[in-house]
């Protein structure tokens, strides 16, 4: 059979840190994997365009496409314009919002919705769907029969995630020069644990885990190293360092190989606090950049998020950082109720803390999770595309447009100037494209404008819908 796996984009007229962030697609690089025997190919609408010609040219028997909250109405268009084109084409849908917020997708156009992790439904579904089988054996779907909605079993997770396959990185290839993950250029991801024992109200990782945490073996890991020629590696897992065990093994197994490149990992701040010698060790083999939620700088308001750690652990996991030369990217939360006496608090903050780059999101509740259900009512608008954690979804204590000046005030008076860059960059730190990503991000972020724009009519409050 012919599948097209597709990776929407997002709005043209956006704002947001694409310009920073556009790694391969490797959601669907794994599907594909899950697909021998069938004529498999991506279309990445992220960096290329042509779906209409390639739904004409390629003939799909099926086309999946996944994506997070903010690329639904892109993932309704797809679906709407196979079907246009083909109405026998089974068009497919699924990841994160697909699997929490399933009647999102509830219309005629949307033959079949994923439950769940991808790699076994995708299997079972195309090898039904190519021998004329029923659907209600293939655990994990909703799917369209007589114009209603058909719920199967619930799929259960994947006990051994050593059994997946590596992606099928090849199918992306010819996009790989337009890839890139912060400051790197052709970055490789890699996925070795999926799930979060944590319970922080605004993410939906651990709700979609459904709060089971899976590893791969190390030995697994490195045995997908060796296929990889890239300038960086991005371990995508939620906290790299859950498991300190493994990521020591995992350390010791690249040392030992010689296996040389660069690493970014994500990581709590009290798993570095707790195990400082791991930071030391993995900068020894060439870790650049950890990405740390600290959320809040303030106490009170980070356990508001239950996120389980302190203000005091954030600061000594700085401390930390700086040690051994490990770049930061510290996430912080913007709650829209702030004053603008909040924000120059949290820039007279993260300025004293010297971090290198530091990432402010605006509190958003994620549709799936129980602070969306808690915040549903005071939504301002259901417009997908502004949960981008730039745009305020929820009503502001200062006029909007202040709000924003003051969003943009901290990425202006927060974040490493262009000369600081370039020093960075003539020192071999940072590689030189990073100057014009961080370029284009900064036109952006500094500017109050930019943010008021993507939001339209929402300036007035009104509510925008795209469902």
């Not at 669907?28 to 069938?38: K, S």
Request: proline share 4%; glycine share 6%; charged share 25%.
């Amino acid at each position: 059979m012919r599948i097209l796996l597709v990776q929407p984009g997002r709005h043209r007229n956006m704002i947001g840190f694409s310009d920073i962030i556009r790694p391969e697609p490797l959601v669907l690089e794994i599907l594909a994997a899950c697909l021998p025997g069938h004529e498999v190919e991506i279309l990445d609408l992220r960096v290329e365009e042509g779906l209409e010609e390639k739904l004409k040219s390629f003939q799909p028997d099926v086309v999946g496409v996944t994506g997070y909250t903010t690329v639904v109405p892109a993932m309704h268009n797809v679906c709407k314009l196979a079907k246009s084109i083909n109405p026998r084409t089974v068009t497919v849908v699924g990841g994160y919002h697909a699997s929490l917020m399933p009647h999102d997708f509830d219309r005629d156009y949307v033959d079949v919705i994923t439950v769940g992790e991808g790699e076994r439904i995708i299997a079972e579904l195309v090898d039904a769907i190519e021998h004329g089988r029923s659907l209600d054996k293939v655990d994990g779907l909703i799917y369209r029969k007589d114009g209603q909605q058909v719920t199967t079993k619930t799929r259960a997770m994947i006990a051994n995630l050593d059994s997946t396959p590596f992606p099928a990185r090849h199918l992306a290839e010819r996009n790989h020069e337009k890839y890139h993950f912060h400051f790197w250029s052709r970055p490789a991801l890699v996925e070795t644990a999926r799930g979060c024992p944590y319970r922080c109200t605004f993410c939906s990782v651990w709700k979609f885990h459904k709060k089971i945490c899976r590893f791969k073996t190390p030995e697994r890991v490195m045995s997908e190293l060796r296929q990889l020629d890239r300038e960086i590696i991005c371990f995508v897992d939620d906290n790299f360092l859950q498991n300190i065990r493994r990521s020591e093994r995992i350390y010791q197994l690249i040392k030992d190989e010689g296996y040389q490149t660069k690493y970014w990992i994500q990581a709590r701040a009290d798993s570095i606090v707790r195990h400082p010698e791991i930071i030391e060790k993995w900068a020894s083999i060439g870790l650049t950049t950890i990405l740390i939620g600290f959320e809040k700088f303030r106490e009170d308001e980070l356990d508001s998020l239950n996120k389980s750690s302190s203000v005091k652990t954030n600061e000594r996991c700085m401390e930390i950082m700086r040690q051994y030369g490990v770049e930061m990217w510290g996430g912080f939360i913007v709650d829209p109720q702030w004053t603008r006496e909040d924000f120059d608090a949290c820039i007279d903050y993260v300025r004293s803390m010297k971090i290198t780059f530091p990432q402010f999101t605006v509190l958003t509740p994620l549709p799936g999770t129980e602070f969306y259900e808690q915040m549903r009512s005071q939504l301002i608008t259901d417009n997908y595309e502004v949960f981008d954690f730039l745009h305020t979804v929820l009503p502001t204590r200062l006029p909007i447009e202040e709000f924003y000046q003051n969003m943009a005030r901290l990425y202006t008076t927060c974040t490493l100037s262009l000369s600081d860059i370039r020093q960075r960059i003539r020192s071999g730190r940072f590689p030189v494209a990073t100057l014009e990503r961080v370029r284009g991000l900064l036109a952006d972020v500094t500017s109050a404008d930019a943010y008021i724009r993507t939001m339209g009519n929402l300036k007035t409050g009104a509510s925008t819908s795209s469902r």
